[in-house]
């Protein structure tokens, strides 16, 4: 149980470093370009360890090791990415009255998320 906690922290860690790198990069726009990408690098990449370890899981030659996908998919990708941050920008937009880019950021996060995630499935396999 300790290394599952521990496997999970320097994930989180490490993700939330990549995150933060994201935010230094300048961008002269009211569209919150970082989080949106880090939340798409983040759902290509859930996507393709969770189909990596699922196919490791198939065969014998190959074992994909508990500790790596906690490491990956709960600490990388759970530290790497951020709803909280999203649906802030997104009430921010709303309370300034920015419905479009509020309801912009909003479908296009939810549609190409999804669309990441598979893409991520898809390299794998």
Not at 16 to 36: D, G
Request: net charge positive; proline share 2%; hydrophobic share 55%.
């Amino acid at each position: 149980m300790i290394l599952n906690i521990l496997a999970v922290a320097a994930g989180g860690a490490a993700g939330s470093v990549l995150r933060y790198l994201f935010t230094l990069i300048p961008v002269k726009s009211v569209f919150p370009f970082q989080t949106f990408v880090v939340n798409m690098l983040g759902c290509f990449a859930i996507g393709a360890v969770t189909t990596l370890a699922s196919l490791a899981a198939q065969k014998v030659s190959f074992r994909f090791s508990p500790l790596v996908v906690l490491f990956l998919k709960t600490g990388v990708c759970g530290g790497f990415t951020t709803f909280s941050t999203f649906a802030l920008e997104s009430a921010n937009f709303v309370s300034e009255k920015n419905f479009f880019i509020a309801a912009l950021y909003a479908f296009s996060s939810l549609i190409l998320g999804i669309l990441c995630v598979i893409a991520g499935q898809n390299c794998i396999r």
